[in-house]
């Protein structure tokens, strides 16, 4: 495999088989909203917020109003505030943080890994070994906005200022995306993890050229007529999918992949 493949570790669950169909003959992949994500700290960074100047309230505002079309009677009132320096309050700041926290959490986001192999991922995201990795090819072409992005590994938990403008900062906006999705713990940190992030779109499934599926690859623990039914989609395939399994080695605590289609 070459290092441009990424993989995705999915577990076995008798009511979700149709999942590995979906994926290696379709190209559908499931994309799950962040609050379904086991850590309790991703995308759960600290917020703060500094004073922000009446004039610069002022002009946040007159922006948006520009950008929105409504009712005069309520852009009237929200500039109003924005004289009064309600920006600085606790009611406003709360609000903001709250609708944000919904946001984060409704975002969906696809975690891909570089190695087949790692005995920590096949037994937490693989049901002990008896789900399957998927292997995808991102030399191939995929939207610009819609490429895995590395993750970073922190002691410390990422602070994000709410009071930063992010929609006309691009340094605010950079570290934004870098600190909020892009941070984890230390202790994921042999993970190595890429995220493809889902701005703007809702949880579900995400269509992809079922040609940039090279490979999945089978837990030691896994079915085998799922075994059986990727061989069978690989037979009918056009694009070449390798179907192989893992094993454990008889020498060293790691893993081994046979592939099982010639």
Request: aromatic share 10%.
């Amino acid at each position: 495999m070459t290092s441009n493949i990424l993989w995705r570790y999915r577990p076995y669950l008798p009511e979700r088989e149709q999942e590995l169909e979906e994926i290696v003959a379709e190209g559908k992949i499931w994309c799950p909203a962040s609050r379904n994500f086991n850590d309790p700290f991703d995308l759960n960074p600290v917020f703060r917020h500094t004073d922000i100047p009446i004039s610069e309230q002022v002009r946040r505002v007159e922006r948006m109003i520009h950008l929105h079309t409504g009712n005069p009677a309520a852009r009237d009132d929200v500039l109003e505030k924005a004289r009064a320096g309600y920006m600085n309050s606790d009611q406003y700041r709360a609000g903001i943080e709250e609708a944000l926290r919904r946001e984060l959490g409704a975002i969906p986001i696809l975690c891909f890994y570089p190695d087949w192999g790692s005995l920590p991922m096949w037994a937490h995201y693989a049901t002990t070994a008896s789900g399957f990795a998927v292997g995808v090819d991102f030399s191939e072409p995929w939207e610009e906005v819609f490429y895995p992005l590395p993750v970073a590994y922190s002691n410390e938990r990422p602070v994000l200022n709410l009071s930063d403008d992010i929609a006309e900062d691009k340094a605010a906006r950079r570290s934004y995306l870098e600190h909020v999705f892009l941070t984890k713990s230390n202790v994921w940190a042999q993970e190595q993890e890429q995220r493809v992030i889902f701005h703007g779109r809702s949880e579900g499934h995400y269509g992809v050229d079922p040609s940039v599926v090279k490979e999945v690859c089978f837990g030691f623990k896994a079915p085998e007529h799922l075994i059986e039914a990727a061989l069978g989609i690989a037979r009918e395939s056009v694009h070449g999918l390798t179907v192989s399994q893992i094993s454990i080695s008889d020498r060293t605590y790691s893993l081994e992949r046979h592939v099982l289609n010639p």
